[in-house]
């Protein structure tokens, strides 16, 4: 038998919230044939010195791979440009870009009750009826990926949520 220690707080603390504006969020799904080709395309990436905010694999059935990129929304064009050099990508199935987006990231002395705080930020946001296209906890940090357009609604109920300095 393994024993778990939980820690809880009714209104949990953060340290502020960082927000960025004008992004886009590149979804790519990625099959087993397709993974060197992909791995040849993100070191061109980083070769042209695109920067990323944020990457998020999530493994699918059937030995899939879906991958999200957030971006700057200025890289967007050589990204498009680049893409189609190293990955035969069925664009508009395998690669889709949403932008703009908004990201809005905090974190805290979590003491790593992720469950907690992504409990309170869905339920914080769903009870406003605002949509979130991706949700990432890492380590004492949350990641939130929002549609343009609510990151000052987001923020201003968040906060409510949170204890902010």
């Not at 940090?141 to 549609?147: G, W």
Request: net charge negative; hydrophobic share 40%; aromatic share 10%.
């Amino acid at each position: 038998m393994e024993t778990i220690a939980v820690y809880w707080e009714p209104k949990p603390k953060t340290y502020g919230f960082n927000e960025v504006t004008n992004l886009s969020l590149l979804n790519i799904e990625i099959t087993e044939e397709k993974m060197d080709q992909c791995g040849l395309w993100l070191i061109e990436m980083a070769d042209l010195e695109i920067s990323f905010h944020l990457v998020l694999a999530k493994y699918l059935d059937n030995k899939k791979l879906r991958l999200y990129i957030l971006i700057e929304k200025c890289f967007e064009d050589n990204v498009l440009s680049h893409v189609g050099k190293h990955v035969d990508f069925e664009l508009e199935k395998d690669f889709t870009i949403t932008s703009p987006v908004e990201l809005i990231c905090f974190q805290g002395p979590h003491f790593g009750d992720r469950y907690g705080i992504a409990d309170t930020v869905l339920n914080t946001l769903d009870s406003q009826d605002m949509q979130v296209l991706i949700t990432v906890c890492s380590g004492s940090t949350v990641y939130i990926v929002l549609p343009e357009g609510v990151l000052g609604a987001a923020r201003h109920f968040l906060s409510k949520a949170f204890e902010v300095p």
